[in-house]
């Protein structure tokens, strides 16, 4: 059966320091990718989705970016963090046109 | 660009009693998926239930149901036989079935669901 994996589940970050959050799926291949964020008390706001390694699609300007360097690994990163990047971020994947997917979340606190 | 609205922040039902939660969406397109994903105090994301717009047939599964009306642009969630593990967060989201667009979901703001005593 398919999994997804996603860590960590809490990180507390500092302003201006680095970041890289993963993301893996295991039993199966070539899934769409996608990364979420939630806002306290918000929906979830797509960042990034995937279709395939190195292909990487943004919805919205930020601070961050994504990387997927192989075919079932999602990354997302930032080189200086900012107090408004806090929040709940979730990886999903889907196997094309199906369902999302979704990982456990990383709580992400920036002080 | 699609929008999906869920009026209601908070919502609170009586252990074994029915409630329904609102979802209403914008789009231009005739053919889409709607979903109902809940998102217990655990934070998990857990499908609940879709809907192909094609199909005229309400899903169900279990004790969730929904009422899909396609010319109103409305995808309400009934849960019946509430129970304490049904608390809540619920989430309603939109998906186009254009497969080049990689499945995006659309979410709402969701409605957060209380089961008392």
């Known amino acids: 059966s398919q999994t997804i994996h996603q860590w960590p589940a809490t990180l507390v970050q500092p302003v201006g320091s680095p970041l890289s959050l993963e993301c893996t799926v295991e039993?199966?291949?070539?899934?769409?990718l996608y990364w979420y964020r939630q806002a306290a008390g918000r929906g979830l706001q797509l960042l990034f989705y995937s279709v395939g390694i190195g292909q990487i699609s943004s919805e919205v300007p930020q601070n961050l970016s994504a990387s997927r360097p192989q075919d079932r690994q999602f990354i997302l990163s930032s080189k200086k963090l900012l107090l408004s990047d806090s929040g709940f971020y979730l990886c999903a994947w889907s196997p094309g046109p199906q369902p999302q997917h979704f990982g456990d979340g990383t709580r992400l606190s920036i002080l | 660009a699609q929008t999906v609205t869920q009026s209601q922040p908070e919502m609170s039902v009586q252990e074994a009693e029915t409630v329904t939660l609102s979802c209403t969406y914008d789009t231009s397109e005739s053919d889409y998926y709607l979903f109902w994903y809940k998102q217990p105090p655990s934070r998990q994301m857990i499908l609940v239930i879709r809907q192909e717009a094609y199909k005229q047939q309400n899903a169900t599964e279990n004790r969730f149901s929904v009422n899909f009306q396609k010319a109103a642009k409305s995808f309400s969630l009934k849960i019946s036989d509430s129970q304490l593990g049904d608390a809540a967060m619920y989430f309603c989201?939109?998906?186009?079935?254009?497969?080049?667009?990689?499945?995006?979901?659309?979410f709402g703001t969701g409605t957060r669901l209380q089961v008392t005593l």
């Open positions: 989201a939109y998906r186009t079935t254009y497969t080049g667009t990689a499945s995006k979901l659309t």
């Open positions: 039993g199966t291949s070539n899934p769409n």
